[in-house]
């Protein structure tokens, strides 16, 4: 765990790349399921095999949905840290659709870190989520969280 003085020093740097997620049918199936989102592309593989994608593809929020699961691997909260809350996003792109049966990873650079004052800082981290042998990501996003030290 970095402690809050290490942080400017950590600008620019990828502080780590989370394990492999299956975005198999049945994990599409239940984000479904979930919320209510049946489009077609998502569900049905026979009128999905009928698009451009070839097959169904995850919900851009299911991919999105595993940011938190991906960094619990990678990101370390501050040393100190009583708790940290998502503070959401100033920029979120979905690049590349991710098909039935892929795997997915996240990468995390932090690109800043701010001192809110009372303990508080604001840490902004750059997510690119990769799909196993593509050439472009599923997604890229500036995500900010909430560190809130202890004391």
Known sequence: MPKPSELQSLIGTELGVSRWFLVDQARI?????????????????ELAAQTPFGGTIAHGFLTLSLASAMSYDCVKPLDGVA????????????????PAGSKIR?????????DKGGGRWL??????VEIEGGDKPALIAEWLSMQMLAG
């Open 29 to 45: 199936d239940a984000f479904a399921e979930t919320t209510e989102d049946w489009q077609f592309i998502h569900v049905n593989p």
């Open 83 to 98: 708790l940290g809350v998502n503070y959401g996003f100033d920029k979120l792109r979905f690049i590349a659709p991710v």
């Open 106 to 114: 996240g990468r995390f650079k932090l690109l800043s870190a701010e």
């Open 123 to 128: 840490i902004k981290h750059e997510l690119t």
